[in-house]
């Protein structure tokens, strides 16, 4: 033979050892095809030519070829760039489902189309107005009790309407910050996620270093990115870490040959480095400006302990003030771009309000159940950048509009009805009346009720004017006009002495009833339109999961399929051993007989 003796054997063995684990892999993924978060595992080899170590123990021959297969790493089959589109509509879908937990929340005691509320109250009220409008009921002690007695029901109503909104807002503070509670926060949870993350870049790049892949350990860190993703946008990265990068330290560009390349003793290059990647986790989002930043969360294995990952905590807010939340991130230790090699202190941002109210960082629109809730806290509907989400002080200054418009028109109308008289005096013959101070001014949804001196009986419903009713009359059709009202007829019952601040009153051409109408049709097109987005969010999530999953999952059919080619490559190398043995023995036994 040209070649040495045994040398095909090591072809036959490197084959066979090389399809039994193509086997061995094929086992493990049908053995996790169920696993949740296992990536599809694969053998890479490569063909052992002269320029392979093992061919320098072997025979020279003008033709190198026949040597073998060897196996280089196992690896797992994933797409970057699925999994950066499967990250970026985590973020969306985390954000509708977070907002439409919110919207479901305010519903349940806001939208009027399941139940009888304050809608229903002011049609009581009309209705016992109605009953009063003869002569013989105007001064009947009956029928202002029963007037009275819902117009308590209504205040009543309003009253457990703003404290149900403050309840929703402090349930949604306890979703970011858990503290106290025998759940996480979303705080807790993304501080969790980046330490699980920072740790385990360190585990696996230690492994990789010392010849072991990881690639469990690998599938538990891109699992918890994915999470990671419904919380806050992010972006991921891998890069060489700068001692591995190939530049030279403290240069701009230069490269660094001994970085890339092993060399021998004489200095020659006989192989490029292989030296594993680090992952770095950025956060994006928009300053106040709206310029978009990038603040660094997790840096690869930077420095010691926890040098290479960060943290968020909320700084100000709590229970008591929820809308006052704000959340400060800082990042991890990171590398100077600018300057290779060193390390630079973490820096710090701030998402909040500013003393006007207005938001400033922010993340961009549908970016995690995180700014879901920031939306839900901040957001009013009126301020500078915050009108863009209608959030829980959104449907608290409308109802306190309602309330206030309420109070005052028929505050209004009842002081014109007792305008002569004078113990007490006019402008105390108020019905409805701030709890806090039992004045007629700065009411709203949550402090409106019964003018004390209304339910002592110091205070009735006025009964001056050309008839006894007059009053009765002009609250009766206040509660069917609309606001603001006509300025060419401002007046009611035709008095146009009857004026009301319209500063006070504007219920965007709606009357009473109908402005709570208009509320819960708000709150149900809010509802209806992120339904539609979240729907939308999971149908087209679900369809770059199935892209993935054709990727990165098991198929138990393309297993099969395999598990029969790397058998059938087992056999026809276990045959070419026979076939090499049979050579041999008859280069051993039946040659160099001469003679015989």
Request: net charge negative; no cysteine; glycine share 8%.
């Amino acid at each position: 033979m040209v070649r040495a003796s045994f040398a095909g054997f090591s072809t036959a063995l490197s084959a066979i050892q090389a399809s039994q684990k193509r086997l061995d892999i094929t086992g493990q993924n049908l053995a996790n095809m169920n696993t949740p978060g296992y990536t599809r595992q694969q053998l890479e080899v490569s063909s052992v030519t002269y320029t392979h170590p093992v061919s320098h123990y072997m025979n020279g021959s003008e033709v190198m070829v026949g040597y073998g297969v060897h196996m280089d790493k196992v690896s797992q089959i994933r797409d970057p760039y699925l999994d950066a589109q499967y990250r970026s509509q985590m973020r969306k879908s985390g954000y509708t489902d977070s907002m439409q937990t919110s919207l479901d929340r305010l519903s349940s005691f806001l939208d009027e189309s399941h139940v009888n509320g304050i809608h229903s109250a002011f049609d009581d009220i009309r209705a016992t107005l109605q009953n009063m409008q003869d002569l013989g009921k105007v001064n009947d002690p009956v029928f202002e009790a029963q007037l009275r007695s819902r117009m308590q029901a209504l205040t009543n109503l309003l009253n457990d309407a703003d404290r149900q909104i403050t309840k929703a807002e402090q349930e949604e503070f306890t979703r970011l910050d858990g503290t106290g509670t025998n759940e996480n926060g979303a705080v807790q949870e993304v501080n969790d996620i980046l330490r699980q993350i920072g740790l385990l870049n360190r585990q696996i790049k230690e492994n990789q270093i010392f010849g072991q892949q990881s690639l469990e350990l690998m599938d538990e860190r891109n699992l918890l990115l994915d999470k990671l993703s419904s919380y806050i946008p992010i972006e991921v990265t891998y890069y060489k870490d700068p001692d591995h990068d190939g530049i030279k330290n403290g240069t701009a560009n230069t490269v660094d040959k001994d970085e890339l390349y092993d060399h021998d003793y004489m200095g020659n290059i006989i192989g490029r480095q292989d030296w594993p990647d680090d992952l770095r986790v950025e956060m994006v989002y928009q300053d106040e400006n709206g310029v978009t930043q990038k603040l660094t969360l997790v840096e690869g294995t930077i420095g010691a302990g926890e040098a290479n990952f960060g943290q968020l905590e909320i700084t100000n807010g709590s229970l008591e003030d929820p809308t006052a939340a704000e959340i400060t991130f800082t990042g991890a230790s990171t590398w100077d771009k600018q300057n290779n090699g060193t390390a630079q202190a973490a820096v710090s941002v701030v998402f909040g309000k500013d003393a006007a109210g207005k938001v400033t960082n922010q993340f961009p629109s549908d970016s995690g159940s995180i700014q879901a809730s920031l939306d839900m806290l901040w957001k009013d509907g009126k301020t500078a950048g915050s009108s863009d989400v209608n959030g829980y002080e959104f449907y608290r200054n409308q109802l306190n509009n309602l309330a206030r418009s309420f109070a005052h028109v028929i505050n209004t109308i009842n002081i014109q009805g007792n305008q002569n008289k004078t113990n007490p005096p006019p402008d105390e013959w108020f019905l409805l009346a701030n709890k806090d101070d039992m004045s007629k001014d700065g009411i709203t949804a949550g402090n409106i009720g019964i003018n004390d001196a209304w339910s002592s009986g110091a205070v009735h419903v006025g009964n001056e004017g050309s008839s006894l009713s007059d009053t009765v009359l002009n609250l009766l059709e206040a509660m069917g006009t609309t606001y603001p009202m006509n300025p060419a007829k401002p007046g009611i019952g035709g008095n146009n002495n009857l004026l009301f601040d319209q500063t006070q009153v504007d219920l965007e051409n709606n009357s009473f009833a109908d402005f709570m109408n208009h509320v819960s049709t708000l709150l149900a097109n809010d509802s209806y339109t992120n339904t539609n987005a979240l729907k939308s969010n999971v149908i087209v999530l679900n369809g770059i999961q199935n892209s993935r999953d054709s990727i990165s999952g098991i198929s138990l059919d393309e297993e099969a399929s395999n598990m029969m080619v790397y058998m059938s490559a087992y056999n026809a190398a276990s045959r070419l051993m026979t076939a090499l043995d049979e050579a041999l023995n008859t280069l051993i036994n039946n040659t160099g007989l001469v003679g015989r």
